[in-house]
């Protein structure tokens, strides 16, 4: 059984992955399933931030600078979207 | 000279343009949804549909293709993930993408150039390698259920299938024996980075070379004008000089004079285009090109070969009456491949 992502874990994106940006959405495929996921445009940013290694903290500080949002609604929302992420196997957790 | 009726003139220059106003005025029009659905446009006229402050006047025809960008995104993404497949089993093949994928990663809006099948090119004397290498992937040969089949003088592609999934491998443009063949085109491939991965595109020049070539092979009697579009996007990028030069080294130097000719028609590339030369006006010409609707197949195949250069087919297929097959390529890869 996976252990549960929190504040504290590190992860980012599988690097071979085809993705595509269309103005505020990103499309992105599984190769195994043929699958298309497809991220709004807050899931597009939280993409874009997991191209390198990093906590989900550090995720969650970046977005507040961005969005107007309380802390405590936003974690919850990244952590519930990583994962949807790392179920649908587009992330991975180090 | 094909007809080129005015309707098809319209919707193409007010997708060229783009002109959102231009697409809407078009869009009332009583044949407008099948012109678009026929000709494969609609994603790109939802996408320039999409530039209009009040989009919904466009009307629900054009804004119905929205979703299909969608699911041409999947696609382009699917056929990324397979030629990625592909390079990570053998990275040294290096198989050349043609047409649809390029196009769409290259010169179009996300999602708005539909394709069917992932096109590649690879010299004949590689393709022995690539065979070997789809069916450990799982692919099957389209052509021919038996594991050893010769090439005959009339192929220039072997098809594919995985699932739902194709691929045409292409080792020629037309039929050998008519022309001296592009090899070179792998010589001169160029690497597409791409989000997620990346392929091996033909350079600006044969790129447009391989799509006059199938302009004038496969669509000039057909819904033609997504392939006419191809053209236009790419213009800008293409040294058509160079096209000249290239095509005559392929023993093909009639066609681009004649495509060019024919596709300054349209206003928006009569801007983009050399003049290129048109061919005499005898009866029979007057004949092929009349109409694009009828006897399309015999048409683009009398096309076909009328523009290739000199009749290098003869001896050709002299000497295969004499000798028997000429050598081609064996399927079946525990043979050794070229025979």
New interface residues.
């Given amino acids: 059984m996976t252990s549960e992502i929190d504040l504290t874990t590190r992860v980012r994106r599988y690097?071979?992955?085809?993705?595509?940006?269309?103005e505020n959405e990103i499309?992105?495929?599984t190769?195994d399933d043929?699958g298309?996921h497809?991220l709004n445009e807050v899931g597009a940013r939280v993409w874009e931030l997991l191209a390198g290694s990093r906590d989900v903290a550090g995720i969650v500080d970046q977005l507040l600078g961005e969005y107007e949002v309380e802390r405590e609604r936003l974690s919850a929302d990244i952590l519930g979207l990583l994962a949807k992420m790392r179920r649908a196997d587009l992330i991975e957790v180090l | 000279m094909a007809a080129v009726d005015r309707e098809e003139v319209a919707l193409f220059e007010a997708l060229a343009a783009p002109d959102p106003e231009r697409l809407t005025g078009l869009s009332g029009a009583a044949g407008f949804p099948w012109l678009l659905e026929r000709e494969r446009l609609g994603p790109l006229a939802a996408w320039v549909a999409d530039g209009k402050e009040d989009a919904g006047s466009v009307g629900g025809t054009v804004l119905g293709y929205a979703d299909r960008r969608r699911s041409n995104i999947a696609d382009e993404l699917k056929a990324q993930q397979i030629c990625a497949e592909i390079e990570a089993a053998d990275p040294g093949i290096q198989p050349v993408v043609l047409k649809g994928l390029h196009f769409a990663r290259s010169f179009y809006p996300p999602g708005t150039r539909p394709f069917s099948d992932i096109d590649l090119f690879l010299p004949r004397r590689r393709l022995p390698r690539l065979v070997s290498l789809l069916k450990r992937l799982d692919w099957e040969p389209l052509d021919d259920p038996a594991t050893s089949r010769r090439l005959s003088a009339n192929w220039v592609h072997l098809a594919w299938r995985r699932g739902r999934n194709l691929i045409e491998v292409h080792f020629d443009l037309v039929p050998p024996g008519r022309y001296r063949g592009c090899d070179d085109l792998w010589l001169r491939r160029r690497r597409l980075e791409l989000d997620g991965g990346g392929i091996w595109t033909p350079d600006p020049e044969d790129a447009a070379l391989v799509a006059l070539t199938h302009l004038a092979k496969e669509h000039l009697f057909q819904p033609h004008l997504l392939w006419v579009m191809d053209i236009h996007r790419m213009a800008p990028e293409v040294d058509w000089n160079l096209v000249a030069v290239r095509a005559r080294r392929w023993g093909l130097e009639r066609l681009p004079a004649f495509m060019t000719t024919y596709l300054r028609r349209y206003p928006s590339l009569r801007r983009r285009l050399p003049p290129g030369r048109p061919l005499p006006r005898t009866p029979f010409w007057e004949w092929l090109l009349a109409a694009r609707a009828k006897l399309v197949q015999q048409r683009a195949r009398l096309l076909g070969l009328l523009l290739t250069d000199e009749p290098r087919r003869a001896p050709y297929l002299l000497r295969r009456a004499l000798c028997g097959p000429l050598p081609g390529i064996c399927l079946d890869s525990d043979s050794g491949g070229l025979d």
């Fill in positions: 690097s071979d992955l085809p993705w595509r940006r269309i499309f992105i495929i190769p043929g298309l497809n």
